[in-house]
């Protein structure tokens, strides 16, 4: 380490009694300090290991933040797709059911059923419709949100997000790989371990402040009373030498220290089994759900099918005379 430093120094002696003499003297001096330790104890050698797992640790914080941040993205984003599926749909079953109550407009105009099935049909198909406008302003959310995300303005994605694009099928199955392997993924805990690692480190400085510190200092100046004389031989000054020191009568305050320091590294340990115990519920809770979604996305698909042809076959009936207007209304419905 060193540093240079200049300057100018006046110096006025008073003496003499009842006589006032002042005498000035100005003073230039310029120079340099430098001092080594010697890493006896590897006190340093810590410091270093503790403010590089630090840097470590805050370089998986910045990670974990864009982790959750590409998560919220990708949510909105299929948010803002399944909005527009599901007004897709909804607009498909109003015209549907605008195509019910027509034909049982025309039914009840040639005489064939009461009025009571044409007010049905309204209401089956009014109820339907309340339902688009409350789809928009999601959409309408969703979109000003991920506009958000993305740092744009609200209604930046808009028009780039209006034309409706169905969403992708991934492949259903996950290379999961070793659970170790799967958890040093996550950010968080390799946030946890680096800080771990940072606070054991401190336990090491703490210890070494119970041995002497030997370090090798030294000094170049060059000192004048005139500052056009100082590069000349005799205005330059150095030293040079070790130096102790040792905390002799500070080993309570010490010890107090590395007990310190050993409590916070027992916290730093259990914040990270709590972090790899949570991490685990965290992956666990995942497979379940993706495993069961799937077994539910394959009922579902069933179920539409099944939906669709009932309300097919039920119109044909209705057609015929077969069955009532409620059968229809059930079968639209659950489709």
């Known amino acids: 380490q060193g540093f240079g430093d200049a300057s100018s120094t006046r110096v006025s002696d008073l003496s003499g009694g009842d006589q006032l003499t002042d005498r000035t003297r100005e ?52 948010s803002v797709r399944e909005l527009q599926m599901r007004i897709r749909l909804l607009k498909e079953n109003i015209a549907n059911q605008d195509s ?12 064939l059923v009461p009025a009571l099935d044409v007010h049905q049909a309204e209401l089956n198909l009014s109820r339907t419709r309340s339902a688009l406008p409350l789809l928009r302003q999601q959409l309408a959310v969703a979109t000003h949100r991920l506009a958000v995300l993305t740092g744009k303005a609200p209604g930046h994605l808009a028009v780039s997000l209006a034309e409706t694009e169905d969403l992708s099928h991934p492949d259903m199955t996950l290379p999961v790989g070793l659970p170790a392997d799967l958890l040093r993924q996550r950010p968080d805990v390799r946030r946890a371990e680096q800080q771990l690692i940072a606070q054991t480190a401190k336990i090491g400085v703490a210890k070494a402040d119970l041995l002497p510190r030997l370090s090798l200092s030294g000094s170049f100046a060059l000192e004048a009373d005139d500052a056009g004389r100082l590069g000349e031989s005799g205005s330059q000054t150095y030293r040079f030498g070790p130096s102790l020191r040792w905390a002799l009568f500070q080993g309570g305050r010490i010890r107090s220290n590395i007990q310190a320091e050993e409590a916070r590294t027992e916290q730093a340990m259990l914040q990270y089994q709590q972090s790899v115990l949570l991490a685990l519920e965290d992956v666990e809770n995942a497979f379940v759900s993706f495993a069961e979604e799937k077994d539910r996305l394959d009922a579902i698909r069933n179920s539409v099918e099944s939906a669709a042809k009932s309300v097919s076959q039920v119109q044909s009936l209705y057609e015929n005379g077969l069955v009532n207007f409620l059968n229809v209304l059930d079968a639209e419905r659950s489709l």
């Open 100 to 111: 019910t109550r027509r034909l049982t407009q025309g039914r009840y105009d040639a005489g």
């Open 27 to 78: 003073i230039y001096s310029v120079g340099l300090d430098a001092s080594w330790e010697l890493d006896l104890w590897g006190r340093i050698r810590r410091s270093v290991e503790s403010a590089d797992a630090s840097l470590q640790a805050s370089i998986e914080d910045y990670r974990d933040t864009l982790v959750l941040l590409c998560a919220q993205i990708a949510n909105n984003y299929l």
